[in-house]
């Protein structure tokens, strides 16, 4: 499997599970999102690219910024861009273009946008592609901001993951066994994994023509009821839900056993309480 090939089975799986998705992630993703938006600062009468909009939730929070200007709001998945549409419509905003559009090939004319921003939507693969390209769009005087994962995961989804992986179906389906071989190859690229080091990205920014930039670290805090809770957050991503969906009952009593074992220390009271790190990103053309 290629890069290429592994993007489009990431992107099914978004789709796949877009509804989902955005009822149980997009909510604990806004702290987040509001950041990015604090970042970019938009303005009235801006146009704003949202690279990666996902189930639209960055998209949303930009576009009362910059009315009576707009929100262009591309991604792949199309069953995202589905639930971003009416995720807009049921808000009544009415600002917003939504495209299944490639990042790493914007069709837009350079120098278009104010301003272009990502809440953990660039893309792992390619990433240096969807720079340039953000970088044409935008206008001498633009703004790039963006946030993104840390390459170690924050400790109950690392729990989470390492567990998925040990107790895995050792049969899977052919639609699995391409899943894993796409997240093996996102998480085993040299330049996808530095996605998750401040100081290539911003040394990938560089060459990509941004004169300015800067980042910085945030912490958010995040508590899920219980490790059902998590796994109901985890499944609501396409390749833990079919692992999950795939799992022998055998294998998966262990799995939530020795996952309520890992996630003791995490434990309080209120529920299993951890801490989000994320890398945020500013750059400007000139």
Same mark, same amino acid.
């Given at each position: 499997?290629?890069?290429?090939?592994?993007?489009?089975?990431?992107?099914?799986?978004?789709?796949?599970?877009?509804?989902?998705? @955005?009822?149980?992630?997009?909510?604990?993703?806004?702290? *987040?999102?509001?950041?990015?938006?604090?970042?970019?600062?938009?303005?009235?009468?801006?146009?704003?690219?949202?690279?990666?909009?996902?189930?639209?939730?960055?998209?949303?929070?930009?576009?009362?910024?910059?009315?009576?200007?707009?929100?262009?709001?591309? @991604?792949?998945?199309?069953?995202? *861009?589905?639930?971003?549409?009416?995720?807009?419509?049921?808000?009544?905003?009415?600002?917003? /273009?939504?495209?299944?559009? @490639?990042?790493?090939?914007?069709?837009?004319?350079?120098?278009?946008?104010?301003?272009?921003?990502?809440?953990?939507?660039? !893309?792992?693969?390619?990433?240096?592609?969807?720079?340039?390209?953000?970088?044409?769009?935008?206008?001498?005087?633009?703004?790039?901001?963006?946030?993104?994962?840390?390459?170690?995961?924050?400790?109950?989804?690392?729990?989470? /993951?390492?567990?998925?992986?040990?107790?895995?179906?050792?049969? !899977?389906?052919?639609?699995?066994?391409?899943?894993?071989?796409?997240?093996?190859?996102?998480?085993?690229?040299?330049?996808?994994?530095?996605?998750?080091? !401040?100081?290539?990205?911003?040394?990938?920014?560089?060459?990509?023509?941004?004169?300015?930039?800067?980042?910085?670290? /945030?912490?958010?805090?995040?508590?899920?009821?219980?490790?059902?809770?998590?796994?109901?957050?985890?499944?609501?991503?396409?390749?833990?839900?079919?692992?999950?969906?795939?799992?022998?009952?055998?294998?998966?009593?262990?799995? @939530?056993?020795?996952?309520?074992?890992?996630?003791?220390?995490?434990?309080?009271?209120?529920?299993?309480?951890?801490?989000?790190?994320?890398?945020?990103?500013?750059?400007? !053309?000139?």
């Amino acid at each position: 499997m290629n890069a290429n090939e592994a993007t489009l089975v990431w992107v099914d799986e978004y789709s796949r599970m877009a509804e989902a998705y @955005d009822q149980n992630v997009a909510p604990r993703f806004e702290p *987040i999102a509001q950041e990015v938006v604090r970042l970019a600062d938009p303005k009235a009468n801006e146009l704003f690219l949202d690279v990666g909009t996902g189930t639209g939730l960055l998209a949303c929070l930009l576009a009362p910024r910059v009315l009576p200007q707009g929100v262009v709001a591309i @991604d792949l998945a199309d069953g995202a *861009i589905s639930v971003a549409s009416y995720r807009a419509g049921n808000a009544g905003i009415r600002n917003i /273009r939504f495209e299944m559009l @490639d990042s790493r090939n914007i069709v837009y004319r350079g120098k278009l946008f104010d301003g272009a921003a990502s809440n953990l939507g660039v !893309p792992a693969l390619g990433y240096d592609r969807v720079f340039h390209e953000v970088y044409r769009v935008l206008k001498p005087s633009g703004r790039f901001v963006f946030s993104e994962w840390p390459t170690d995961p924050n400790p109950s989804f690392a729990a989470l /993951r390492e567990l998925l992986e040990k107790h895995g179906t050792p049969s !899977p389906s052919t639609d699995l066994a391409q899943v894993r071989e796409a997240v093996r190859l996102v998480r085993s690229d040299p330049e996808a994994k530095a996605l998750g080091d !401040p100081r290539a990205v911003l040394e990938a920014l560089r060459v990509q023509g941004f004169d300015r930039r800067e980042t910085m670290k /945030r912490q958010f805090p995040v508590r899920f009821a219980n490790p059902e809770d998590l796994v109901r957050f985890g499944a609501s991503y396409g390749w833990y839900e079919r692992e999950l969906r795939e799992m022998p009952a055998d294998r998966r009593k262990a799995f @939530d056993a020795e996952l309520a074992a890992r996630l003791g220390p995490l434990t309080t009271p209120a529920g299993i309480e951890d801490t989000w790190t994320v890398n945020f990103f500013v750059a400007h !053309p000139e």
